[in-house]
């Protein structure tokens, strides 16, 4: 269906629907531009390809920054942990100091790697489509670190969830 066609379907029903695929939850990091470094509570990611390595993930064309994500080329994947639902819902609301208190390092390609962090993928900007009120990016993996012991923050229901 192409993207400018409208549905009946109800928001809220859909929400529902979509709750249904648990994930795991990611902020993702930015440098940004001018305005500063950018973080976004994400958890519309997907792997896409292993050669070469490519992942994807979704951006609201309602988002504070969403100019500046579209401009840029750089950032970070930072998937959290399970003690770390605080530092996604800082990051998943509209705030001047979404960054106050958070603890992070620069990564080899300039975006903020959030520490700790449960696992980290360091991203060029690869692609990115334009779809209904979001865009998908594509990014390449330049690099990446795992080896948390901590389990990671899952997402399910509307709620946040640990592996038990
Ligand atoms: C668990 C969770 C997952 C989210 N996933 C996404 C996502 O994949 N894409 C997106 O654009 N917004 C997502 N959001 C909403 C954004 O985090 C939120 O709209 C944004 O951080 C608001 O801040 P801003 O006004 O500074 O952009 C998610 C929020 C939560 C709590």
Redesign the pocket.
């Known amino acids: 269906m192409a993207s400018s066609e409208k549905t009946e379907v109800d928001p809220r029903e859909f929400r529902n629907a979509l709750g249904c695929f648990a994930t795991g939850?990611m902020v993702m990091t930015s440098a940004g531009g001018s305005e500063g470094l950018i973080g976004?509570?994400?958890?519309?990611f997907s792997s896409v390809s292993l050669d070469p390595p490519l992942v994807s993930?979704?951006?609201?064309d309602?988002?504070?920054?969403f100019e500046t994500l579209l401009e840029t080329d750089h950032f970070a994947l930072n998937i959290l942990r399970a003690d770390q639902q605080e530092l996604?819902?800082q990051?998943?609301?509209?705030?001047p100091d979404?960054w106050r208190g958070v603890a992070y390092r620069e990564g080899a390609n300039s975006a903020p790697i959030l520490e700790p962090n449960h696992a980290v993928l360091l991203c060029t900007k690869h692609a990115q489509y334009e779809c209904g009120d979001?865009y998908i990016v594509v990014a390449q993996v330049e690099d990446f670190e795992y080896g948390d012991s901590e389990p990671p923050l899952l997402?399910y229901k509307g709620q946040y969830r640990e592996i038990s």
């Open positions: 939850v976004v509570t994400i958890n519309s993930f979704c951006i609201a309602s988002l504070t920054e996604s819902n990051f998943a609301k509209t705030s979404k979001h997402y």
